[in-house]
Nanobody, 123 residues
Framework: QVQLVESGGGLVQAGGSLRLSCVAS????????MGWFRQAPGKEREFVAA????????SYLDSVKGRFTISRDNAKNTVYLEMNSLKPEDTAVYYC????????????????WGQGTQVTVSS
């Protein structure tokens, strides 16, 4: 029903920036809360950021507050994660996620996942 395609990952030096993009299929994109999760090697997947369907509400993992910004462009069916001041600890596979419920998404209860994009931050 919904396909999520991520891009923008790569290798960056500590202190650098990356912008991840996630393009969603379907005409109901604007009704979904969107978010980003990440999973580092040997660790559990963790919540990073979420944005409500209207864009009026956002939520962030404490360790990325002030460094990461989530945004969306419903006309383009796209959600973004701008990552600044990157640290080696940010290295992980980042996954785009979509769910009708903002609260559910923040809890990891999502209907749809992207394939993941690798972000590697070198020291």
């Amino acid at each position: 029903q919904v396909q999520l395609v991520e891009s923008g990952g790569g290798l960056v030096q500590a202190g650098g920036s990356l912008r991840l993009s996630c393009v969603a299929s379907g005409r109901t994109f604007s009704l979904y809360a969107m978010g980003w999760f990440r999973q580092a090697p040997g660790k559990e997947r963790e919540f990073v950021a979420a944005i409500s369907w209207s864009g009026s509400s956002t939520s962030y993992l404490d360790s990325v507050k002030g460094r990461f910004t989530i945004s969306r462009d419903n006309a383009k069916n796209t959600v973004y994660l701008e990552m600044n001041s990157l640290k080696p600890e940010d290295t992980a596979v980042y996954y785009c996620a979509a769910d009708p419920g903002f609260g559910h998404l923040r809890q990891g209860q999502v209907d749809y996942w992207g394939q993941g994009t690798q972000v590697t931050v070198s020291s």
